[in-house]
């Protein structure tokens, strides 16, 4: 792409992000041609689902809910799924010992019991937990959900060389010397030799951790701890047809296209307090870029985008002047950023990673993502601010929310010198194809590092493929890549369940790797170590706070934005709120429609 080229369309996105801005501020108040406080097509007015719920009382049964996406999941496999939509749509059709609370803002981070009848009895020094099924839980084919069943839900997490690409917390705290092979060569007669977990009967699981860890509940509130039935698992398979312990089921799923479940009549609400199971069919429509998705939206084709990563700035900017009473505009819990791999040089020098950190202009990345409102604050280090521990903006060790937001030249060109590379390099920024926001973000990043002598070209790629294309370090390192641009949000809200993927050397994989820089640092394993053994909150909070200082001192990630973003909620939606336990996103689970078409 030529210079000219990138410079029209960062003045595009410059002009869409005033344009942006100066709607919202419209919204804010109240004017414009849609008041912002309700629409003639029933909406119920801008913000009214941000951590409130909008129109519960309007919610029927029955009807079809149709979802649409930019992108498929990762993985449909609840072992598998990593992508933060995977797990809020997933609880249509599985079910966990624990979950979030199905309710608006804080409160849906909190837990509550699912399978199980109570939150779990914890004793031995917070080294056992010991949970007992409800009754009248059901498979899709109506047998009993056991304990064993969880169980072996569960191992699978261990078959990382069939099921790779999910969250492996339980794997690493069951059986952190690794001594368990997994289900698939578990060479015990019911496939259950896994030794932490015992079945003493089918209502009762026990869990026997080998060292406490404060988190232990939150990992098993994770899709990768639902039950999965021996006789029904077909391994690498299984993401095409998941067997349902909701109150859905899978009736057809075309991968990249579309997914249609209906309702699971085996599944009893006298089993399930915390699913409504409103609509009679779920819908997904899966559509090759965002822009055509926002349109479907606009055109009330279509109820909610399940992706839940805001709308593109061409949709946006029309939603805001002609539809602001359908829209919501959460903080997330996410930051967006750039990442560099140390296996692809120069950046395994820290010099030059912190020339790109420094050179960036952070002004120009925080309007590619839609400015201020529509795509938040800059950010300036690489923890979320719902994350006990977090300091904001307050800590800015590079200065990028002020002396140095709009890129220092002088600065850059002095890391440059001093990684042994005066006169600048070339290099490669990875970027999902299917984003345009993220497509205008790497090319806001080109055009600032041309400022000061790195050359970067833009590969984009397959947005449902990141497990073995971003995923895959040998890849990473054959491509060149030296810039990942990728964001992420807590697993669940604590430092552990942020950034343990992100910055412990134990979790750097050959597939489905999410340490993409493969940060390998004795001192921040060893402060996550201190972290899952301080059972006290201020404790942990310290522990969290030094190690986000660790990480930005490693010079690892440019932070772009403390993500906000722009949600559309279609005319026909009731019981829609946002919420903590999804990252900011609307709760999906109990989404009910006002008239049932």
């Known amino acids: 792409m030529t210079t000219q080229g990138t410079s029209g369309r960062r003045k595009q996105a410059l002009a869409a992000a005033a344009a942006v801005a100066a709607l919202l501020t419209t919204a804010a108040c109240g004017g414009g041609s849609d008041d912002g406080k309700g629409s003639k097509n029933g909406a119920a007015g801008f913000d009214a689902a941000n951590n409130k719920v909008a129109q519960a009382s309007l919610a029927k049964k029955g009807g079809t809910l149709r979802f649409g996406g930019a992108q498929d999941a990762d993985s449909w496999d609840t072992t598998r799924g990593y992508y933060g939509f995977m797990w809020n749509f997933a609880r249509y059709y599985s079910r966990q010992l624990v979950t979030n609370k199905p309710e608006p803002g804080k409160a849906g981070a909190e837990l509550t019991p699912d399978l199980a009848t109570g939150l779990a009895k914890v004793t031995d020094d917070g080294k056992t937990y010991t949970y007992t099924l409800r009754d009248g839980v059901t498979w899709e084919d109506g047998k009993p959900i056991t304990s064993k ?83 029904k698992d077909t391994k690498s398979k299984y993401a095409l047809h998941p067997f349902s312990s909701g109150p859905y089921k899978f009736e057809s799923y075309s991968p990249g296209k579309d997914l249609t479940l209906v309702r699971n009549d085996q599944w009893k609400q006298a089993s399930d307090p915390l699913r409504k199971a409103y609509p009679d069919k779920i819908t997904v429509q899966f559509f090759s870029d965002a822009n055509q998705l926002d349109q479907r939206l606009l ?34 819990g996410y930051i967006r950023y750039a990442v560099f791999p140390q296996s692809v040089k120069p950046f395994d020098n820290i010099e030059c990673r912190k020339a790109v950190i420094l050179g960036a202009d952070h002004v120009s990345l925080q309007t590619a993502r839609g400015g201020p409102v529509a795509g938040g604050d800059i950010g300036t280090n690489m923890l979320p601010p719902s994350v006990p521990g977090a300091e904001g903006q307050k800590y800015d060790p590079y200065e990028l929310s002020s002396a140095n937001k709009g890129g220092n030249v002088a600065k850059a ?23 345009p926001v993220e497509v205008a973000t790497a090319q806001s990043l080109q055009a600032s590092l041309k400022k000061i002598g790195i050359t970067a070209q833009i590969d984009q790629y397959d947005g449902s493929q990141t497990t073995g294309i971003i995923g895959s370090p040998s890849n990473v390192k054959k491509k060149g890549y030296g810039i990942i641009i990728m964001g992420w ?100 689970v109990n989404l009910g429609l006002k008239s049932a078409k």
């Open 149 to 231: 069943d969880v169980k072996y839900g569960i191992e699978r997490v261990w078959a990382q060389d069939v099921l790779s690409g999910g969250p492996t917390y339980l794997k690493d705290v069951l059986d952190p010397k690794a001594e368990y092979k997994g289900p698939y060569k578990d060479t015990s007669k019911d496939k259950l030799g896994l030794k932490a977990i015992d079945t003493p009967n089918d209502k009762t699981i026990v869990f026997h951790l080998p060292k406490a860890n404060s988190d232990f509940q939150e990992m098993l509130a994770l899709i990768s701890a639902s039950p999965v039935r021996q006789d």
């Open 299 to 332: 055109n009330g084709d279509l109820d909610l985008d399940i992706n839940q990563t805001g709308m593109s700035p061409q949709g946006r900017t029309t939603a805001l002047k002609e539809h602001k009473a359908n829209l919501d505009n959460p903080v997330s």
């Open 413 to 435: 060109k002095e890391a440059l010198k001093a990684c042994g590379k005066p006169n600048g390099f070339s290099t490669t920024i990875a970027v999902r194809n299917n984003k």
């Open 489 to 588: 949000g807590p697993d669940f809200p604590s430092v552990q369940g942020f950034g343990l993927p992100l910055w412990d050397s134990k979790y750097i994989a050959q597939s489905g790797n999410n340490n993409y820089a493969l940060i390998n640092d004795k001192k921040i394993d060893g402060l996550f170590d201190d972290y899952v053994n301080t059972l006290d909150d201020a404790g942990k909070t310290k522990v969290a706070t030094e190690i986000n200082h660790k990480v930005m001192e490693g010079a690892y990630y440019l932070p772009f934005v403390f993500e906000k973003f722009i949600n559309w909620r279609g005319d026909n939606l009731a019981n829609v709120y946002t919420t903590d336990g999804y990252s900011g996103t609307y709760d999906f």
